[in-house]
């Protein structure tokens, strides 16, 4: 008498809740790692493109990409940056790192990465982001698309897993009764892109002023992304300015090597908040990207960090898939939240720390900073730790202490 062999288990379910750059991409990799996913954002396709921003990617950004296929069909539109210029415009003092000061870890096959691995970090504009991801999400049999109207539609089936993916104001975190613990900032943020002259095309600049950080970020060509911060009422006059006005007040800003000509899109000005939740689960649902948690934009580490989330369930759900005894899926939202907490802290608390070192004039803090700079500049080691905390996170750091003579 022969017996059937047994029959494989149906796919594991899973909402995630959220279509933004965190939600479609961890989507995708939850579908790469056998699951079946719903995919829902009240947002229409248009509404989800529209957004006016950009994006610093860090190595660890880069290596998710090039794990679920998306990092050459995006190097069209990837600006590359191979020198950051780190400039405290009270001390009047300047640190520059290039790609020697980046770690092995922050390197890749060519085969992997192509001719973009060879930067410290890259920009990258919302819309042709999203138009990347939506793409690739429509062409996986395992996700099902649900936007604007069709947001409430789904299987019917009850998921294994939920993902919050909806935000930093996410209604599954409030549904589920999850707070988040922090503060705002006096900071606000105003973003603008306009053409500068003075800059190489492959050079960002973190600029630290006493009423906060200015980012300035290269978008190709003599197009620049700024990242302003400043006291909130501060930015609202200036969004409110006409043109000529508001390049008189960025050229102030500005240093005198770096000359705004023209704008290229409205000033947006914003408020900043810092804010870890707490629990990061509860029963089958998980908190990943801006649900969890939000930080200042000095150093441009927020996507990086959400995405560094995705990474983590990404590793975790191949893991239940092949393995539901050993890695039952009730379990996972536990082991990520495990997995992710140290990460989010530590990026959180030393982005507020450089925000609150470094704007500010108080007389305390100036030799601090003077002997901050004073070592960056004279040891190369120092650089190669700064860019590894930036690049792969403070964890990866500290995980590969101590990863080089100081000589």
Not at 186 to 194: A, M
Not at 364 to 383: D, E, G, K, T
Request: aromatic residues 6%.
């Amino acid at each position: 008498m022969t017996h059937a062999p047994p029959e494989p288990a149906a796919p594991l379910l899973v909402r995630v809740n959220g279509c933004g750059p965190s939600g479609a991409l961890a989507a995708l990799a939850l579908a790469r790692a056998g699951w079946r996913v719903e995919l829902v954002d009240p947002l229409s396709p248009e509404q989800l493109l529209s957004r006016s921003r950009a994006y610093a990617l860090t190595h660890s950004s880069r290596a998710l990409l090039v794990s679920l296929g998306l990092w050459t069909p995006l190097q069209p539109a990837l600006v590359p940056f191979r020198r950051l210029e780190l400039c405290d415009r009270a001390l009047h003092r300047q640190v520059s790192f290039s790609l020697r000061d980046l770690p092995a870890s922050a390197r890749c096959p060519e085969s992997a990465a192509g001719a973009a691995q060879d930067a410290v970090g890259w920009i990258l504009q919302h819309r042709p982001l999203m138009q990347a991801l939506l793409e690739a999400v429509g062409r996986e049999p395992g996700i099902s698309l649900g936007l604007g109207a069709a947001a409430a539609a789904g299987s019917g089936a009850a998921p294994q897993l939920l993902v919050a993916a909806d935000g930093h104001h996410s209604p599954s975190r409030a549904a589920a009764r999850l707070r988040g613990w922090g503060f705002a900032y006096r900071q606000g943020c105003l973003t603008v892109q306009v053409r500068l002259r003075g800059s190489a095309p492959d050079q960002a600049w973190e600029l630290f002023r006493p009423e906060g950080p200015f980012a300035v970020l290269p978008l190709g060509g003599d197009a620049y992304q700024l990242v302003w911060s400043a006291p909130l009422p501060r930015l609202r006059q200036l969004e409110a300015l006409d043109g000529a006005a508001f390049l008189d007040a960025l050229s102030a800003a500005l240093p005198e090597d770096l000359q705004a000509e023209v704008l290229l899109d409205q000033p947006r000005a914003f408020p900043v908040a810092w804010e870890l939740a707490w629990p990061l689960h509860r029963r089958q649902l998980l908190l990943l990207g801006e649900a969890a948690h939000c930080c200042h934009p000095v150093g441009g580490q927020g996507l990086n960090l959400c995405w560094r989330d995705v990474a983590v369930l990404a590793e975790l759900a191949r893991q239940s898939a092949a393995d539901r005894r050993r890695f039952p899926p009730a379990a996972l939202p536990g082991r990520y939240a495990r997995r992710r907490w140290l990460d989010m802290l530590l990026v959180l608390l030393s982005t507020d720390a450089l925000v609150r070192l470094f704007s500010n004039r108080h007389p305390l803090l100036l030799p601090i900073r003077r002997l901050a700079l004073a070592l960056l500049a004279a040891l190369p080691w120092s650089r190669r730790l700064a860019l590894t905390a930036m690049s792969d996170g403070p964890c990866r750091l500290l995980r590969s202490w101590p990863p080089w003579t100081p000589w």
